[in-house]
């Protein structure tokens, strides 16, 4: 029987060994590659108005079609080549998501030429450091906060798409910038204790 701590959060059932495996292995991992986090941004974009499941079920087929989410590659796409992303259904076939990823390319590429490196610019919100949350019940989560208000502000000021506040706060909570695993899960403390291992390294 497990104990009260060591309860996984509920929003994750053990029956969805996809979402399982997201939650035990990489949902509030704090990630610093600058590609990867994009990456992020991007898949949680398309997410809007959709459950993530949906977008967790297509994710492969997605970085294929998308070219691995490259921002370089992604930043050229023509016409034609938005046509072809159209035709795969294993994708989110929105034309204003889709011409939302190829801008978002191009604003990432800009900060890259002045020396703007995404990682550092959005870990800048918190000086580098997770946020992390006590929290009881995964419903009780917010689903957006003053921070991701602030973050999404920006974005929109530099030529980001779809990055409203709410988007900003589940890529946050994805990207573990913020800690919002139940206090009574395993990952809660386990993040943190990756955290700081990083730090001493």
């Not at 939650?23 to 509030?28: A, F, K, T």
């Not at 398309?46 to 079920?57: C, D, V």
């Not at 590429?109 to 610019?121: P, Q």
């Amino acid at each position: 029987m497990k104990k009260l701590d060591d309860i996984p959060c509920g929003w994750a059932p053990a029956s969805d060994e996809l979402y399982r495996h997201y939650h035990d292995h990489e949902w509030g991992v704090p990630e610093r590659d600058a590609r990867a986090l994009w990456e992020k941004f991007q898949l949680d974009g398309h997410q809007a108005g959709l459950s993530w499941i949906t977008i967790l079920r297509k994710r492969e087929t997605m970085r294929e079609e998308f070219d691995g989410f490259e921002p370089e590659k992604i930043a050229r796409w023509t016409q034609k080549r938005i046509d072809k992303a159209m035709k795969n259904p294993g994708i989110i076939r929105s034309p204003i998501k889709i011409a939302a990823t190829i801008r978002n390319a191009q604003v990432y590429l800009d900060m890259a030429e002045k020396s703007e490196d995404f990682s550092d610019y959005v870990w800048g919100f918190v000086d580098g450091k997770p946020l992390v949350n006590q929290l009881e019940h995964w419903k009780k989560v917010q689903a957006k906060t003053e921070l991701s208000e602030q973050i999404a502000k920006d974005m929109k000021k530099r030529g980001f798409k779809f990055c409203g506040p709410v988007i900003v706060y589940a890529c946050m909570q994805a990207m573990g910038m913020v800690n919002d695993h139940e206090t009574r899960c395993p990952r809660h403390k386990e993040i943190q204790k990756l955290e700081k291992a990083r730090r001493r390294a």
